[in-house]
Every structure is written in C-alpha cells, then in structure tokens.
C-alpha cells in the first residue's frame, strides 16, 4: 500500500523540480538580456 504513495510523493518532487528549473532558466535568461541591454545603452551614450 505504501509504494503507489511514495511514488505519487516523487512524481510531486521531479514535478516541482522541473518547475525550479524552468523558473531558474527564466532568471537567469532575464539577467542576461537586462546585462546585454545595460552594456548597449551605456556604449550608446
């Protein structure tokens, strides 16, 4: 009885996981467009 509720528990886990990644992917892609678009305006001026 107690295996289909462990695997259920880490399914949630990889789940939330993934969901991490994405979030840290997002981050980290917005850093790097704020950063190219920082370098841009400052050699613009």
Request: hydrophobic letters at 60%.
């Amino acid at each position: 009885m107690r295996l289909p509720i462990y695997r259920n528990h880490y399914a949630n886990h990889v789940e939330y996981v993934v969901l991490l990644r994405k979030g840290m992917a997002k981050r980290v892609i917005g850093a790097v467009v704020a950063v190219i678009a920082l370098v841009t305006i400052y050699f613009w001026i």
